[in-house]
């Protein structure tokens, strides 16, 4: 559990590993679902999603998921706009070129844009440094490679989400960084929950 807020219906934002061969019921997501495949493969109605696939289920969407081999998932429950009922599903997977000496010094993958709400896959090379305010709360989570904030070392799998006020400060590792960014998603939860939190691996 990275952030929740709520009691038994909650807004959650949680990294969860799935057994071989689990398998779940048919059910309901009233606040929406979003998830992205960090290991192996998540499967359900609309297919197979295998590691780098981003996916939104709208509010009051059903499906019932497993995960033949297991998997590793970064999941979001409860976070919808309630006009926002766009279903989306998009591999990211091959999104990696951007890293190496052509390459400019930072690439993004659009994959879902709502209100002020955008979600992307960001690519920074080597030793760059970004100074990043009115973003509107931000959320990151490395898939490869490491950045630098307030002195703290975020590799693969680490989390970081920060409250509208606060300005983002960092800097890629010597190896550069792919991660998953979301922002302006939290500006109405100003005076709720206006916190940094992080979890580092």
């Not at 959320?139 to 970081?160: C, K, M, N, P, Q």
């Not at 100003?190 to 979890?199: A, C, F, S, V």
Request: one cysteine or more; proline letters at 4%; hydrophobic letters at 35%.
């Amino acid at each position: 559990m990275l952030d929740r807020i709520g009691d038994e219906v909650a807004r959650a934002t949680t990294i969860v590993r799935f057994a071989p061969g689990s398998t779940f019921a048919d059910h309901v997501h009233g606040g929406g679902e979003e998830y992205f495949v960090l290991e192996g493969d998540f499967v359900d109605e609309e297919g197979s999603h295998k590691a780098g696939t981003y996916v939104r289920n709208p509010p009051w969407s059903r499906h019932s998921p497993s995960a033949p081999d297991g998997a590793l998932i970064f999941v979001k429950l409860n976070q919808f706009a309630t006009d926002d009922r766009s279903a989306v599903v998009v591999d990211t997977s091959q999104f990696r070129s951007s890293l190496g000496d052509d390459a400019p010094a930072v690439a993004s993958l659009a994959l879902h844009c709502h209100g002020k709400e955008s979600v992307r896959i960001e690519v920074w090379q080597a030793d760059v440094a970004i100074d990043h305010w009115g973003h509107g709360g931000l959320e990151i989570l490395v898939l490869d490679g490491e950045f630098i904030e307030a002195g703290d070392s975020y590799t693969r799998h680490s989390w970081l989400r920060l409250p509208p006020s606060e300005p983002f400060v960092s800097r890629a590792g010597k190896s550069g960084v792919r991660m998953l960014v979301k922002s302006g998603h939290l500006s109405e939860l100003i005076g709720k929950d206006d916190q940094r939190r992080k979890q580092q691996i």
